[in-house]
């Protein structure tokens, strides 16, 4: 089955910096690729997600690349702010259904 | 907000017991997913639901089931409760059009004693 691997498990920044945190996954067949953000006590909050068709895709400060040839893909955070920490998992869908498969995810902290 | 309701928040049972958690799913969504996610790791798909019928299933025991009504809600029942099933449990929905996209509720908390 589907293996995501997300590194690193924990990333502190100075506020105003560029955070980036980058998955592996080992299902060539996987197409969907989303990013959630989890604060502590929340539910997981869809931020971005990109699809296998593309290569790059952009919001505000967030971004998102995919190399579909080495099966890995990276969140890119700029002008981080302190109300971007928290625990971001990536995730891979693959095969017949639409199961995803998450990363353990990275604790982001940004210090004022 | 997307709309992703759960309930109960916290649950607290003791080994062997059963639990059935709830879902309501958001508007116009028809597809309900259920994961499990254990302190400090990524949520683990449990199964899919969709037309009232399980549509994929993780590497979980038979133990763990499920439903879905005809309005797309969905429960998750767990039989003969281990220590080991104490995590988050949280539901996610998926609009009509996009499938692929899953929301997520709030989750209930189980602690298994």
């Known amino acids: 089955g589907e293996n995501v691997e997300q590194h690193p498990s924990t990333l502190s920044v100075q506020e105003g910096d560029s955070a980036v945190i980058k998955c592996t996954y080992s299902d060539s067949a996987s197409n969907y690729f989303p990013w959630y953000k989890q604060e502590l006590g929340k539910r997981p909050q869809l931020i971005i997600d990109i699809r296998s068709n593309v290569g790059e895709k952009k919001d505000q400060r967030i971004a998102v690349t995919l190399n579909k040839t080495a099966k890995h893909f990276s969140l890119h955070i700029t002008e981080t702010q302190p109300e971007d920490s928290a625990v971001y998992f990536c995730a891979a869908r693959g095969g017949s259904n639409y199961k995803l498969t998450f990363g353990k995810g990275t604790l982001l902290t940004v210090n004022p | 907000e997307t709309g992703v309701t759960q309930s109960p928040t916290h649950l607290i049972k003791t080994r062997g017991q059963q639990v059935t958690l709830r879902c309501s799913s958001q508007s116009g969504h028809n597809t309900v997913s259920w994961y499990q996610q254990a302190l400090g790791q990524g949520p683990q798909f449990i199964f899919q639901?969709?037309?009232?019928?399980?549509?994929g299933r993780g590497n979980f025991p038979p133990r763990f089931s499920g439903l879905q009504f005809p309005n797309y809600s969905s429960e998750l029942n767990v039989n003969a409760l281990e220590l080991d099933d104490s995590a988050l449990y949280l539901c996610?929905?998926?609009?009509?059009?996009?499938?692929?996209?899953?929301?997520f509720g709030p989750g209930t908390r189980l602690l298994v004693l």
């Open positions: 639901y969709y037309r009232e019928e399980e549509n």
């Open positions: 996610a929905s998926s609009p009509r059009q996009d499938v692929e996209t899953q929301y």
